[in-house]
């Protein structure tokens, strides 16, 4: 089982960043998936969740609401996370993962917000 998570960097506060999750298996595509995610010292977070039949079925926590968005392809095997207006508060490792019961965690990928 493979999550990998990608498009994570530095930015400035303000800024966008995209983050994509390729799933390696079939099974992703068929149920509700999430991105995550865990600044230093920290649990990690539940941040946004996507629906698998109705890809316009999702949620958000309230720091991240009305300027992240997240989405899946077609397919339903990738999953994105839009991030605008980003905040020093946003700098943390993401991750995707199954909403429900996650799986083994992937590496994730680091999201840097400079002040």
């Known amino acids: 089982v493979q999550l990998q998570a990608s498009g994570g960097g530095l930015v400035q506060a303000g800024g966008s960043l995209r983050l994509s999750c390729a799933a390696s298996e079939i099974i992703f595509s068929i149920i509700p998936m999430a991105w995550y995610r865990q600044a230093p010292g920290k649990q990690r977070e539940l941040v946004a969740s996507?629906?698998?039949?109705?890809?316009?079925?999702?949620n958000y926590a309230d720091s991240v609401k009305g300027r992240f968005t997240i989405s899946r392809d077609s397919s339903g095997n990738t999953v994105y996370l839009q991030m605008n207006s980003l905040k020093p508060e946003d700098t943390a490792v993401y991750y995707c993962?199954?909403?429900?019961?996650?799986?083994?965690w992937g590496q994730g990928t680091l999201v840097t917000v400079s002040s």
């Open positions: 993962n199954a909403l429900y019961s996650p799986r083994p």
């Open positions: 996507i629906a698998s039949g109705d890809f316009t079925i999702t």
